[in-house]
């Protein structure tokens, strides 16, 4: 089993700065990229940021310049730095990873999903 373990939600005010964490575990031969998703009431799930383990990045065009992501190979953790918040930001925020395993004699990747950390950008 994989399980994707986020943190660094809260309530923050326009302008500040949170920094959120995901780190992975379990049966994993090798992760291919990690990234964040958010999801605000009413809306549908986004793409906010995404890292592949070679390092190329992505980012909605709406946090260009003000999140960034990184990660930590060894630990298996990603993390969002997110500055410059917007109540618009606010939203559940999901970790979500491209995950290799091994069982039965094949290699097979996974797509998990974190249980998601609440942000609240308040004005």
């Known amino acids: 089993q994989v399980q994707l373990v986020e943190s660094g939600g809260g309530l923050v005010q326009a302008g500040g700065s949170l920094r959120l964490s995901c780190a992975a575990s379990?049966?994993?031969?090798?992760?291919?990229?990690m990234g964040w998703y958010r999801q605000a009431p009413g809306k549908k799930r986004e793409l906010v940021a995404t890292r592949t383990s070679g390092g190329s990045t992505n980012y909605a065009d709406s946090v260009k310049g003000r999140f960034t992501i990184a990660s930590d190979n060894a630990k298996k953790t990603v993390y969002l730095q997110m500055d410059s918040l917007k109540p618009e930001d606010t939203a559940v925020y999901y970790c979500?990873?491209?995950?290799?395993?091994?069982?039965?004699?094949?290699?097979?990747?996974?797509?998990?999903w974190g249980q998601g950390t609440q942000v609240t950008v308040s004005s």
């Open positions: 379990g049966s994993i031969v090798r992760i291919n990229a």
């Open positions: 979500n990873a491209d995950i290799q395993q091994f069982s039965g004699g094949r290699y097979y990747t996974r797509g998990e």
